[in-house]
């Protein structure tokens, strides 16, 4: 039997968890932080500056407005609408900032070879992990499903603010992306409000914009994927950068002694069986490193190394199911193993 109890009670635990942020006291200028459930997770906001709170109410207004136009749940959302009319040939205009989405998660899909895609909402839904009534759908119906997960099914014309879903029955799901971009946009609030040192936490999704106010790095600890304590098994410092992780211990439920995880393989309708169990992408843009967390834990070790060590100024922490730790040749000498569990092996040349 399920224990949809457990597996919400665990997985929002997780998500709050998912980043440990460590934070050197000082006086000057003055520091904000404001918390708040948005978006699924829960937000946190830590803001150094002569106006915080202003910058802080922008963002956490923006994002609530975020969340009414991108959320598959909401009926008359536009996500929603272009959701409702897949198949009818009919174009949806959308607002300029959810094409945007849509390119960037088009373009993510691509680059990955549809690992991430955007149309993988039927079978989102079919599980039902991110409800309180999970399931195992039986495989005759993931299959029937499938035939519906295709991101070069969703068109776009940009020019009109425009786009469509080609077959019905279709569903974009912007939960692999959305949370990303949120963060950028949090940045992009902060710089317009005159604050030079902040950052951001959207359940796991860090934005930091500069450094602390002392001028050293923001030390962001990657959760340790098996102990849902905040225990964490390394140390990151990154200066305006973004850290984004996906792992198997965010959302999931058990059933058999089985974990069942919100990540679906969008080629198998299944939650990804890659032997990833976390991976957290390092780089400039938010949303995509969203996306890339997303990719990269569905392609696996190999795939996703070669991936990530392909684009420029995007590095990665790898953490695989027989507890190995990998990084990004970027990262070497900058990550800092500090697992106290005796679990885990950090790998540092493969």
Known sequence: MINGDLMKKTSVFCVVL??????????TPPNFEKQYFAMGTVITQNIYGTDPQKAADEVFSKIQQLESVLTINKAGSQIDTLNSNAGNGKWIPLDKEIIYILETAQKYAALSNGAFDPTVGPLVKAWGIFTDHPRIPPQ???KRLLKLVNYKDLLLDVPNLSARLTKKGQIVDLGGIAKGYAGDVAKDIYIKDG???AFINLGGNVVALGSKPDGSPWKVGIQNPRQPDGKYLGIVPIRNQTVVTSGDYE????????????IIDPKTGAPSKSGLISTSII???????DALSTATFVLGLEKAMALVESLPGVEAIFITSDKKIYTTKGLQGVFTFTDTSGEFTYVEKR
Request: aromatic share 14%.
């Open 283 to 289: 780089t400039d843009v938010s949303i995509n490193a």
């Open 140 to 142: 005759t119906e993931i």
């Open 18 to 27: 998912l980043f440990c942020i460590f934070l050197v006291s000082c006086s």
């Open 195 to 197: 604050i030079k040192s």
């Open 251 to 262: 959302r999931y439920f058990e059933r058999n002694g089985v974990r069942y995880h919100h």
